[in-house]
Protein backbone atom coordinates (compact mmCIF):
# COMPACT_ATOMS: atom_id res chain seq x y z
CA UNK A 1 0.00 0.00 0.00
CA UNK A 2 1.43 3.48 -0.70
CA UNK A 3 1.83 6.08 1.82
CA UNK A 4 -1.11 8.23 2.80
CA UNK A 5 -0.70 11.25 3.38
CA UNK A 6 -2.41 12.25 7.12
CA UNK A 7 -0.53 15.41 8.87
CA UNK A 8 -1.78 17.97 10.92
CA UNK A 9 -0.36 21.20 12.10
CA UNK A 10 -1.61 22.89 15.42
CA UNK A 11 0.22 26.26 16.44
CA UNK A 12 -0.90 28.56 19.54
CA UNK A 13 -0.06 29.12 23.15
CA UNK A 14 -0.18 26.20 25.63
CA UNK A 15 -3.69 26.66 27.40
CA UNK A 16 -2.84 23.55 30.14
CA UNK A 17 -1.21 20.55 30.37
CA UNK A 18 -0.92 17.00 32.12
CA UNK A 19 2.79 15.77 30.85
CA UNK A 20 4.97 13.47 33.43
CA UNK A 21 7.61 12.11 33.42
CA UNK A 22 7.73 7.96 34.17
CA UNK A 23 9.60 5.42 33.74
CA UNK A 24 8.86 2.12 31.88
CA UNK A 25 7.40 -0.68 35.18
CA UNK A 26 7.26 -3.50 33.36
CA UNK A 27 10.29 -5.63 34.70
CA UNK A 28 10.33 -7.97 31.34
CA UNK A 29 10.68 -5.28 28.89
CA UNK A 30 14.20 -4.13 27.67
CA UNK A 31 13.06 -0.59 28.72
CA UNK A 32 12.43 -1.65 32.56
CA UNK A 33 13.43 1.47 34.24
CA UNK A 34 13.86 4.13 31.59
CA UNK A 35 12.63 7.53 31.33
CA UNK A 36 10.10 8.43 28.91
CA UNK A 37 7.15 11.18 28.68
CA UNK A 38 3.72 10.99 28.29
CA UNK A 39 0.48 13.11 28.82
CA UNK A 40 -1.54 15.81 26.64
CA UNK A 41 -1.23 19.30 25.91
CA UNK A 42 -4.50 21.54 25.20
CA UNK A 43 -3.27 24.06 22.39
CA UNK A 44 -5.07 27.03 22.11
CA UNK A 45 -4.88 28.11 18.44
CA UNK A 46 -6.74 31.93 18.38
CA UNK A 47 -6.49 35.01 20.31
CA UNK A 48 -9.45 34.30 22.58
CA UNK A 49 -9.20 31.00 24.20
CA UNK A 50 -12.18 29.55 22.35
CA UNK A 51 -10.34 26.91 19.97
CA UNK A 52 -8.64 25.07 21.68
CA UNK A 53 -7.23 21.27 20.68
CA UNK A 54 -5.57 18.58 22.89
CA UNK A 55 -2.88 16.77 21.74
CA UNK A 56 -1.56 13.10 22.93
CA UNK A 57 1.49 11.92 23.44
CA UNK A 58 1.73 8.32 25.18
CA UNK A 59 5.17 7.22 24.70
CA UNK A 60 8.09 10.10 24.09
CA UNK A 61 11.90 8.70 24.76
CA UNK A 62 14.21 11.27 25.38
CA UNK A 63 16.23 9.43 22.46
CA UNK A 64 14.76 8.43 18.87
CA UNK A 65 14.72 4.81 17.42
CA UNK A 66 17.91 5.52 15.68
CA UNK A 67 19.80 6.45 18.41
CA UNK A 68 20.03 10.26 18.54
CA UNK A 69 18.45 13.18 20.44
CA UNK A 70 14.71 13.21 20.51
CA UNK A 71 13.85 16.92 20.23
CA UNK A 72 10.31 16.02 20.71
CA UNK A 73 11.29 14.60 24.24
CA UNK A 74 13.35 17.94 24.85
CA UNK A 75 10.75 20.32 24.15
CA UNK A 76 8.60 18.42 26.75
CA UNK A 77 10.91 17.94 29.70
CA UNK A 78 11.40 21.95 29.14
CA UNK A 79 7.52 22.79 29.27
CA UNK A 80 7.11 20.60 32.28
CA UNK A 81 10.00 22.27 34.18
CA UNK A 82 9.33 26.13 32.60
CA UNK A 83 6.53 26.06 30.94
CA UNK A 84 3.38 28.48 31.40
CA UNK A 85 -0.07 27.87 30.47
CA UNK A 86 -3.04 30.17 29.79
CA UNK A 87 -4.82 28.54 32.62
CA UNK A 88 -2.27 29.23 35.46
CA UNK A 89 0.05 32.20 34.12
CA UNK A 90 -2.90 34.36 31.53
CA UNK A 91 -2.59 34.57 28.03
CA UNK A 92 0.99 36.95 27.60
CA UNK A 93 2.47 34.55 29.80
CA UNK A 94 1.81 31.31 28.00
CA UNK A 95 4.51 29.22 26.23
CA UNK A 96 3.77 28.97 22.62
CA UNK A 97 4.21 26.01 20.67
CA UNK A 98 3.97 25.01 17.09
CA UNK A 99 3.04 20.65 16.67
CA UNK A 100 3.20 18.69 13.74
CA UNK A 101 0.86 15.73 15.02
CA UNK A 102 -1.52 13.01 13.00
CA UNK A 103 -4.92 12.34 13.26
CA UNK A 104 -5.38 8.96 15.17
CA UNK A 105 -8.50 7.02 16.52
CA UNK A 106 -8.96 6.08 20.09
CA UNK A 107 -10.39 2.62 20.42
CA UNK A 108 -12.44 1.53 23.56
CA UNK A 109 -15.79 -0.16 23.99
CA UNK A 110 -17.88 1.40 26.77
CA UNK A 111 -19.65 -0.46 29.54
CA UNK A 112 -22.68 -1.80 27.35
CA UNK A 113 -19.77 -3.26 25.00
CA UNK A 114 -20.79 -0.32 22.26
CA UNK A 115 -17.34 0.57 19.96
CA UNK A 116 -16.57 3.70 20.43
CA UNK A 117 -14.18 5.57 18.33
CA UNK A 118 -12.99 9.07 19.53
CA UNK A 119 -10.58 11.27 16.85
CA UNK A 120 -7.44 12.52 18.66
CA UNK A 121 -4.52 14.24 17.40
CA UNK A 122 -1.52 11.76 18.49
CA UNK A 123 2.24 12.67 18.93
CA UNK A 124 4.30 14.00 16.42
CA UNK A 125 7.10 16.92 16.74
CA UNK A 126 6.71 19.90 18.77
CA UNK A 127 8.93 22.76 18.70
CA UNK A 128 8.58 25.74 21.28
CA UNK A 129 8.81 29.03 19.57
CA UNK A 130 8.50 32.79 20.47
CA UNK A 131 6.17 34.26 17.72
CA UNK A 132 2.87 32.49 15.93
CA UNK A 133 1.61 32.72 12.27
CA UNK A 134 -0.59 36.21 12.22
CA UNK A 135 -3.04 34.17 9.99
CA UNK A 136 -5.46 31.83 12.19
CA UNK A 137 -6.09 29.82 9.51
CA UNK A 138 -2.37 28.17 9.53
CA UNK A 139 -2.54 26.98 12.90
CA UNK A 140 -4.88 24.07 12.85
CA UNK A 141 -4.66 22.70 9.60
CA UNK A 142 -5.18 19.15 8.09
CA UNK A 143 -4.74 17.27 5.21
CA UNK A 144 -5.24 13.58 4.69
CA UNK A 145 -6.03 10.92 1.64
CA UNK A 146 -9.35 9.62 2.53
CA UNK A 147 -11.49 7.11 1.18
CA UNK A 148 -14.92 8.60 1.20
CA UNK A 149 -17.79 5.89 1.16
CA UNK A 150 -21.07 8.07 2.73
CA UNK A 151 -22.34 11.39 2.18
CA UNK A 152 -25.43 13.05 4.04
CA UNK A 153 -26.49 15.88 4.06
CA UNK A 154 -27.73 17.11 8.07
CA UNK A 155 -30.76 19.76 8.38
CA UNK A 156 -30.55 22.31 10.69
CA UNK A 157 -32.94 21.43 14.00
CA UNK A 158 -32.90 23.08 17.21
CA UNK A 159 -34.19 20.30 19.00
CA UNK A 160 -30.87 19.01 18.49
CA UNK A 161 -28.69 21.75 18.68
CA UNK A 162 -27.88 21.95 15.05
CA UNK A 163 -28.03 25.83 13.92
CA UNK A 164 -27.18 25.29 10.21
CA UNK A 165 -27.32 22.60 7.87
CA UNK A 166 -24.01 20.55 6.85
CA UNK A 167 -22.52 17.63 5.39
CA UNK A 168 -21.03 14.73 7.02
CA UNK A 169 -18.34 12.74 4.94
CA UNK A 170 -17.87 9.51 6.23
CA UNK A 171 -14.62 7.33 5.59
CA UNK A 172 -11.60 6.48 6.13
CA UNK A 173 -8.62 7.82 6.75
CA UNK A 174 -4.66 5.95 7.62
CA UNK A 175 -2.01 6.39 9.68
CA UNK A 176 1.36 5.81 9.38
CA UNK A 177 1.33 2.17 9.59
CA UNK A 178 -1.35 2.17 6.71
CA UNK A 179 -3.90 0.92 9.56
CA UNK A 180 -7.28 2.04 8.43
CA UNK A 181 -9.36 4.49 10.36
CA UNK A 182 -12.95 4.77 10.02
CA UNK A 183 -13.75 8.84 10.47
CA UNK A 184 -16.44 11.60 9.93
CA UNK A 185 -15.63 15.25 8.92
CA UNK A 186 -18.12 17.63 8.18
CA UNK A 187 -18.61 20.30 5.03
CA UNK A 188 -20.00 23.99 5.83
CA UNK A 189 -18.90 25.55 2.80
CA UNK A 190 -22.42 25.62 -0.02
CA UNK A 191 -19.65 25.08 -2.54
CA UNK A 192 -18.12 22.26 -1.02
CA UNK A 193 -21.12 20.79 0.06
CA UNK A 194 -22.39 20.50 -3.55
CA UNK A 195 -19.20 18.94 -4.64
CA UNK A 196 -19.59 16.20 -2.43
CA UNK A 197 -22.97 15.74 -3.04
CA UNK A 198 -22.00 15.46 -6.51
CA UNK A 199 -19.32 12.85 -6.12
CA UNK A 200 -21.80 9.96 -5.41
CA UNK A 201 -19.68 8.16 -3.38
CA UNK A 202 -20.79 5.30 -1.66
CA UNK A 203 -19.84 1.69 0.13
CA UNK A 204 -20.03 0.17 -3.57
CA UNK A 205 -18.60 2.83 -4.96
CA UNK A 206 -15.76 4.61 -2.35
CA UNK A 207 -13.90 7.66 -3.67
CA UNK A 208 -10.10 8.06 -2.79
CA UNK A 209 -8.94 11.53 -2.60
CA UNK A 210 -7.14 14.16 -0.86
CA UNK A 211 -8.56 16.66 1.61
CA UNK A 212 -8.20 19.45 3.49
CA UNK A 213 -9.12 21.93 6.24
CA UNK A 214 -9.32 23.01 9.75
CA UNK A 215 -9.65 21.32 13.43
CA UNK A 216 -12.57 23.84 14.95
CA UNK A 217 -13.47 23.20 18.49
CA UNK A 218 -16.92 24.61 19.52
CA UNK A 219 -18.76 25.29 22.46
CA UNK A 220 -22.08 25.18 22.83
CA UNK A 221 -24.26 26.09 26.33
CA UNK A 222 -27.40 24.22 26.44
CA UNK A 223 -30.16 25.58 29.15
CA UNK A 224 -32.97 23.26 30.70
CA UNK A 225 -35.05 24.05 33.55
CA UNK A 226 -36.41 22.30 36.30
CA UNK A 227 -39.88 22.91 37.64
CA UNK A 228 -39.88 23.27 41.02
CA UNK A 229 -43.27 22.16 43.76
CA UNK A 230 -43.54 25.22 44.78
CA UNK A 231 -41.61 29.07 43.90
CA UNK A 232 -39.45 29.54 40.92
CA UNK A 233 -38.12 26.83 38.50
CA UNK A 234 -34.28 26.28 38.22
CA UNK A 235 -32.43 26.82 35.32
CA UNK A 236 -29.66 24.40 34.34
CA UNK A 237 -26.99 25.56 32.18
CA UNK A 238 -24.51 23.23 30.58
CA UNK A 239 -22.02 23.10 28.04
CA UNK A 240 -20.46 20.85 25.40
CA UNK A 241 -17.71 21.00 23.70
CA UNK A 242 -17.41 19.55 20.22
CA UNK A 243 -14.66 18.93 17.76
CA UNK A 244 -14.96 19.13 13.97
CA UNK A 245 -12.42 18.45 11.24
CA UNK A 246 -14.28 21.14 8.91
CA UNK A 247 -12.84 20.20 5.15
CA UNK A 248 -12.26 23.31 2.80
CA UNK A 249 -11.01 21.96 0.24
CA UNK A 250 -10.17 18.27 -1.96
CA UNK A 251 -8.22 17.50 -4.81
CA UNK A 252 -9.48 18.18 -8.26
CA UNK A 253 -8.93 14.86 -9.57
CA UNK A 254 -9.45 11.72 -7.38
CA UNK A 255 -6.91 9.16 -7.30
CA UNK A 256 -7.68 6.36 -9.59
CA UNK A 257 -8.13 3.24 -7.22
CA UNK A 258 -5.25 0.32 -8.60
CA UNK A 259 -3.32 2.23 -10.14
CA UNK A 260 0.79 1.94 -9.60
CA UNK A 261 1.48 2.95 -5.99
CA UNK A 262 -2.29 3.48 -5.26
CA UNK A 263 -4.88 1.54 -3.14
CA UNK A 264 -6.27 -1.18 -4.42
CA UNK A 265 -9.24 -3.20 -3.45
CA UNK A 266 -7.34 -5.76 -2.06
CA UNK A 267 -5.56 -3.39 -0.11
CA UNK A 268 -8.39 -1.95 1.17
CA UNK A 269 -10.03 -5.50 2.52
CA UNK A 270 -6.72 -6.78 4.33
CA UNK A 271 -6.64 -2.87 5.99
CA UNK A 272 -10.16 -3.57 7.22
CA UNK A 273 -9.64 -7.44 8.68
CA UNK A 274 -6.47 -5.84 10.48
CA UNK A 275 -8.73 -3.21 12.21
CA UNK A 276 -11.09 -6.20 13.01
CA UNK A 277 -8.38 -7.98 14.27
CA UNK A 278 -7.41 -5.13 16.76
CA UNK A 279 -10.72 -4.55 17.59
CA UNK A 280 -11.36 -7.99 18.95
CA UNK A 281 -8.10 -8.09 20.54
CA UNK A 282 -9.23 -4.78 22.38
CA UNK A 283 -12.54 -6.21 23.27
CA UNK A 284 -10.81 -9.43 24.78
CA UNK A 285 -8.61 -6.96 27.13
CA UNK A 286 -12.03 -4.95 27.56
CA UNK A 287 -13.69 -8.15 28.72
CA UNK A 288 -10.52 -9.40 30.71
CA UNK A 289 -10.32 -5.95 32.41
CA UNK A 290 -13.90 -6.12 33.67
CA UNK A 291 -13.97 -9.44 34.99
CA UNK A 292 -10.90 -8.89 36.82
CA UNK A 293 -12.52 -5.40 38.06
CA UNK A 294 -15.66 -7.43 39.14
CA UNK A 295 -14.43 -10.18 41.00
CA UNK A 296 -12.26 -7.72 43.16
CA UNK A 297 -15.49 -6.11 43.85
CA UNK A 298 -17.29 -9.43 44.97
CA UNK A 299 -14.23 -10.40 47.23
CA UNK A 300 -14.16 -7.15 49.08
CA UNK A 301 -18.09 -7.11 49.57
CA UNK A 302 -18.57 -11.00 50.36
CA UNK A 303 -20.22 -11.76 53.77
CA UNK A 304 -17.99 -10.67 56.73
CA UNK A 305 -15.47 -9.09 54.51
CA UNK A 306 -16.09 -5.15 53.71
CA UNK A 307 -13.35 -4.15 52.01
CA UNK A 308 -11.49 -6.82 52.64
CA UNK A 309 -11.00 -5.41 56.04
CA UNK A 310 -10.49 -8.45 58.76
CA UNK A 311 -13.17 -8.68 61.31
CA UNK A 312 -15.86 -6.29 59.80
CA UNK A 313 -19.18 -7.38 59.11
CA UNK A 314 -21.56 -6.35 56.34
CA UNK A 315 -24.31 -3.72 57.75
CA UNK A 316 -27.93 -5.70 58.01
CA UNK A 317 -31.44 -4.65 59.15
CA UNK A 318 -33.46 -1.68 58.84
CA UNK A 319 -31.68 1.88 58.09
CA UNK A 320 -32.66 4.71 60.28
CA UNK A 321 -31.45 7.54 58.78
Known sequence: MRKNTNTEHI??????????????QNQKSDNFGKEFISGTIDVATDEEGLN?????????????????????????????????????????????????????????????????SVKRNEGGFVTLVNDLSQDLNERNKFTTDMVITNVTMIEADEEKHIDEAYMSVRGAVFNFRNDILPVEFVVRNPAGMKYFDNLDASP?????TKVWGRIMCTTTEIQSM??????????????????????TGAAKNPYEFGEDNVLTADELTKAMQNRE?????????????????????????????????????????????
Open 52 to 116: VLQVHFTYVTPTTKAGGVNNTYNALKKIINEGQSWITSGKDAATKVKIDTALALNDFYAQDDTLV
Open 11 to 24: EGRIYEHNLVVKTV
Open 226 to 247: EESAFGESVVHTTSRKAKEWVI
Open 277 to 321: VRLAEIKKNSDEYKAARAANVDSAFSAGNVMNIPGVQAPTGGWNF
Open 204 to 208: SNPVY
